[in-house]
């Protein structure tokens, strides 16, 4: 009967000792969340370079069509 209550207590602490899923999957979560994050900005900012240069473009289109008219 000890020996049950003892093997019984430990199984328990083990449950208590063990991480639970989430404490696992928070620094996964946490990192895939960062990388996103990176990703968004990395686009955003691409898109804006490209947006940018292709609005220079066609402004230097445009005045080099002025000029050639004159």
């Known amino acids: ?13 083990k449950e208590l000792d063990a991480p639970s899923r989430t404490t696992l999957l928070w620094p996964r979560f946490r990192f895939i ?3 996103s994050r990176t990703i968004r900005s990395e686009v955003t900012r691409v898109f804006i370079v490209t947006f940018s240069w292709y609005k220079k473009a066609i402004t230097s289109l445009n005045t080099d069509c002025k000029y050639k008219e004159r």
Do not use: Q
Request: zero cysteines; hydrophobic letters at 50%.
């Open 33 to 35: 969340l960062s990388l």
């Open 1 to 13: 009967m000890d020996f049950m209550n003892h093997f019984e207590r430990s199984a328990i602490n």
